[in-house]
Nanobody, 122 residues
Framework: QVQFVESGGGLVQPGGSLRLSCEAS????????IGWFRQAPGKEREGVAC????????YYPDSVKGRFTISRGNGGFIVYLQMDNLKSEDSAVYYC???????????????RGQGTQVAVSS
């Protein structure tokens, strides 16, 4: 059974920081991408960070490059997303996801968690 445990969302002022955590279990891929995508009301899904096993290559879209950093925890499917200099347009539900094979994440075929809300507002 595939399970995701996500944490770290919340409300933050513009320019602030948040750190998301995710641990997935029940998966046994060797080649895979793990990371986050986000979805705001009325908008398309957007992959915001991904790290690709086994070489740990990372992927970011231009919209978050230089502000978001993904890192891997010790063992298993554990990842963290450090989000700095947050902007109002970063507000969305953030989903941790695993893509069999490679990055990015965000496909409807990916395994994903329930999501955590990130709100950036003054």
């Amino acid at each position: 059974q595939v399970q995701f445990v996500e944490s770290g969302g919340g409300l933050v002022q513009p320019g602030g920081s948040l750190r998301l955590s995710c641990e997935a279990s029940g998966l046994t891929f060797y080649h895979y991408g793990i990371g986050w995508f986000r979805q705001a009301p009325g908008k398309e899904r957007e992959g915001v960070a991904c790290i690709e096993s086994p070489l740990d290559r990372t992927y970011y879209p231009d919209s978050v490059k230089g502000r978001f950093t993904i890192s891997r925890g010790n063992g298993g499917f554990i990842v963290y997303l450090q989000m700095d200099n947050l902007k109002s347009e970063d507000s969305a539900v953030y989903y941790c996801a695993v893509s069999p094979g490679s990055c990015p994440v965000g496909s409807y075929a990916d395994y994903r968690g329930q999501g955590t809300q990130v709100a950036v507002s003054s």
